[in-house]
């Protein structure tokens, strides 16, 4: 299985960013976490400190399976502003197989910006919708459309992390890592029916 990327910039949201991490690594999904700075010390928005795995600049990222997103601020802007980000997200968005997911503040602040959601549907943090012109804005926690995984904020972050385990490895993978976790739906739906 190829390698997938949680990226990290200082602001970012912890929940978010430890939660799809540790779902993944569960599921058995090979996950780096990159440093867009030059420091694998990454401060998150309510200061907790976490050490990436790799800088982005000395990461090679070819044929990535995810690229993810966490939220918060200033981490999602942070994200957004990095050019070299930039681009590689436009590549990923016009590989035939590459994926992304993106959480809270950074559909609408990190994709919707660069133009990679449009005509996709979409959720993100409530007052960001507006920055993903011509994407389709849904009022749900979590939205699947086309190769993007989006989720709205950080109570989210659990069901989030499952949708990408199970765009990758399936249903009933989704649904062994949510039980082992002391999550009892019958599937990632009714795990969406039971948190709301």
């Not at 997200?89 to 959480?103: D, L, T, V, Y």
């Not at 926690?141 to 989030?160: D, E």
Request: include cysteine; hydrophobic fraction near 45%; charged fraction near 15%.
């Amino acid at each position: 299985m190829k390698d997938s990327f949680v990226f990290l910039a200082d602001g970012f949201e912890e929940i978010e960013a430890i939660s799809v991490i540790d779902i993944l690594r569960r599921a058995g999904i090979p996950v780096k976490t990159v440093s867009i700075s030059a420091s694998l010390q990454v401060t998150g928005a309510h200061g907790i400190i976490v050490v990436a795995d790799v800088l982005y600049d000395s990461t090679l990222f070819t044929d990535a399976e995810w690229l993810i997103f966490p939220g918060g601020l200033p981490g999602a802007t942070n994200l957004y502003e990095f050019a070299p980000l930039q681009g590689l997200i436009h590549n990923q968005a016009n590989s035939e197989s590459g994926r992304m997911a993106a959480i809270c503040a950074a559909p609408g602040e990190v994709l919707g910006q660069l133009g990679v959601l449009k005509g996709e549907k979409f959720t993100c943090y409530p007052g960001f919708e507006g920055k993903a012109e011509g994407g389709i804005h849904e009022a749900a926690k979590v939205v699947v459309s086309g190769k993007y995984v989006t989720a709205n904020g950080p109570s989210s972050a659990t069901l989030w992390a499952l949708e990408i385990v199970k765009e990758t490895l399936g249903e009933s993978a989704a649904s062994e890592v949510a039980s082992g976790m002391l999550l009892y739906p019958k599937t990632t739906q009714d795990a969406v029916n039971m948190f709301g």
